[in-house]
């Protein structure tokens, strides 16, 4: 009678056990979540922040009738926009991961990961994940390059890179 006891409370606590395992992980998701998405909130605030200011520069350039070269003078301004876009996109991408979602690579529309079709526009859906830094170089290599930009599609892939490693 002892030893049916002990193995009925053995019973229960595996169950709490499982449950209490069940809870800590679903709380270690929603805070990995909150924090990229509040991340991703810095990150819009900060590309907000950066368009005031060209917008300051431009308007003062503007009002003394001076002119601008936007490459020279607002290079600094258009890389951290660039940098923080891929953040965000990275973080984008971390949060469709921990939903177990994919993005669709035609349409964008946002998918299960064991979707086989797109559920919005048909297509196929290939059966490895490529990481946000292969989309992106992906959507880079599909963008038409022109002699003049080839200097900037160089540095946008060298950042890629970079961050890649960083991860």
Known sequence: MVKILARGENEKMGFLNDVGKKTADTTSKIAKEAKL???????????SDLYE???KIVY???VREEGINIKE???EECEKIDFLAIEIEKARMEILKLNQKRQCRKCNCEIQNNYV?????????????N???????EKL?????TPKNKKKEKIVKEKLEKLEKEE
Request: charged share 45%; proline share 2%; glycine share 4%.
């Open 53 to 55: 200011e060209i917008g």
């Open 60 to 62: 003062e350039k503007y």
């Open 141 to 145: 290599e599909e963008t038409e390059i």
């Open 73 to 75: 003078e607002l290079r």
């Open 131 to 137: 990481t946000c830094f292969d989309e992106a170089l």
């Open 37 to 47: 998405k509040l991340k991703t909130n810095e990150n819009k605030s900060k590309i």
């Open 117 to 129: 079709f797109c559920p919005r526009c048909g297509k196929k859906q290939i059966e490895e994940e």
